[in-house]
């Protein structure tokens, strides 16, 4: 059975900026291995987190892109712009994960070493979803019952 593919956010905390919103998290032996092989380009919002690695090689790539390293508590330890393909980079031993990412996110998010991150899922809590459901439920049998009160008649005054 195929594992379903799991996605994540990148935040970096320190300059309050997004550096992509859907990352595809490789952290199996084979998700590792792959990682952006046999892709043609990356979409502006999109990367690949590398769970555990420490450096990376561009060896077969198609692409220009971007690598950030980051230690076990996501702060950044290293980055890399624009590695070009058939390339190898040398280890940061203090990096747990890296995050390949287009080509320019490193610049355009304003990410230096030092950052933080926040790498977190994004999905909407069930509870949320359900008080979002009670809010709107309310609002309108309010609005129902406004309209029913604004059409009794004319009052006697």
């Given at each position: ?22 990352v595809t998290v490789a ?131």
């Amino acid at each position: 059975m195929p594992r379903r593919v799991r996605q994540v956010f990148v935040y970096n905390k320190t300059k309050e900026t997004f550096l992509a919103f859907r990352v595809t998290v490789a952290d199996s032996i084979l998700s590792r291995l792959v990682g952006l092989l046999g892709k043609r380009s990356l979409s502006p919002d999109s990367g690949v987190w590398i769970v555990p690695a420490n450096s990376v090689h561009s060896i077969g790539m198609l692409f220009t892109f971007d690598l950030v390293l980051i230690d076990k508590n996501f702060k950044v330890v290293g980055l890399k712009e624009l590695l070009r393909p058939f390339r190898v980079t040398r280890p940061i031993f203090r990096a747990e994960s890296v995050l390949e990412l287009p080509a320019h996110a490193i610049i355009k998010s304003r990410t230096e070493i030092g950052d933080q991150l926040v790498i977190e899922r994004y999905e909407a809590k069930e509870s949320s979803l359900r008080e979002s459901a009670e809010t709107v439920v309310a609002a309108t049998a309010s609005e129902s019952s406004l309209a029913h009160s604004s059409h009794v008649g004319p009052s006697t005054r």
